[in-house]
């Protein structure tokens, strides 16, 4: 298995104050201090886990600053919890919010970032290689939240394309690429190892991860595609794109043109949005470039004969190329 998982997004930081699970008796605990200095200009970190043992990073840190964290691992059982030196009330849970912590530091002391796999991977006596990247920064950082531009364009690429990552790090594996002018959505910066990366999500194609901010420049909001009159309206967030796509919604009906809208979460997943009729909407969900579901209690079924696609739910018929999907 390769050495990362598919990472959400987080930069807002955690709710604070989730109660951790207390551990099991039988748990075996690690300690490392990481030095002032590292932690200022990131480090990273590499280690191994087995069964419940557990290791607890601790991170001094001032009321102010951010502190950043961010994993791979090759089980995706293994995640790490932010907490306060002394406490059990976590400021960042691994399980629930992912594996990139950007926490804005409540109060000045140390802080321990907690690496454990979850019990049924523990009961089982599993083992986990991890990379773990560990920064504590100013808090006047600019990201998304904080006064950083809400798009970016792509740009100072000599040649090749800007490689998308899941995570904030060349460790962390290509999910997409862009080209020199594309637009990017700012889902907030942070520092790894010095270098700064961004949370991105591309406009038109939906791909989301991490870009070496080095390529980036404040850019404006691109123009949102113009939707035809009674077209959907989908579920609030901006539409990748619009249009007509072949419809016959009724048994019997001859095919005519509905509009439609949609929003695109990266290659083959995509949210298709169609106006069926005064205030009715028919969604049809993609994932892996194929429809799954539909927001209808009907059976769904479809045909794809070269790009086209033609699908069914209950007597409704559709019919769009996959460049709806996909984007390009």
Partial sequence: M?????????????????????????????????????????????????????????????????????????NDSLYFNILPQGSEEAIFIGSTSGSVADV???????????????????????????????????????????????????AGLSRGALNIRSGPDTRFPV??????????????????????????????????????????????????????????????TPFDATGFVACAVTAGEATRTCPFGVVRDGPGNAGVWIAIGPGQERQILFEGGIPVSANADLPLSYEKTGDQFTISVGDERYAFPEALVMGG
Avoid: H
């Fill in 2 to 74: 390769p050495l990362a998982r598919t990472l959400p997004a987080l930069l807002s930081g955690a709710a604070i104050g989730l109660t951790l699970v207390a551990a099991s008796p039988a748990q075996t605990l690690r300690t490392e201090s990481v030095a002032a200095s590292a932690a200022a200009a990131g480090t990273v970190i590499r280690g191994r886990i087995r069964g419940n043992g557990t290791v607890d990073y601790l991170v001094a840190a001032e009321t102010g600053q951010r502190l950043s964290v961010d994993m791979s691992t090759t």
């Fill in 104 to 154: 804005p530091v409540p109060a000045t002391g140390t802080y321990i970032v907690r690496v454990y796999l979850m019990r049924s991977a523990a009961r089982r006596d599993e083992g986990a290689d991890y990379v773990l990247g560990i920064g504590v920064a100013g808090g006047d950082f600019a990201d998304g939240l904080a006064g950083g531009p809400d798009w970016w364009q792509v």
């Fill in 175 to 236: 999910v997409g690429q862009a080209q020199n002018g594309e637009a990017m959505q700012n889902r907030g910066c942070r520092l790894t190892r010095g270098t700064r990366w961004c949370s991105v999500r591309v406009g038109g194609s939906g791909v989301q991860g991490w870009v070496a901010g080095k390529f980036l420049v404040e850019a404006a909001a691109p123009a949102t595609p113009q939707m035809p009159a009674g077209g959907p309206v989908g579920n609030g």
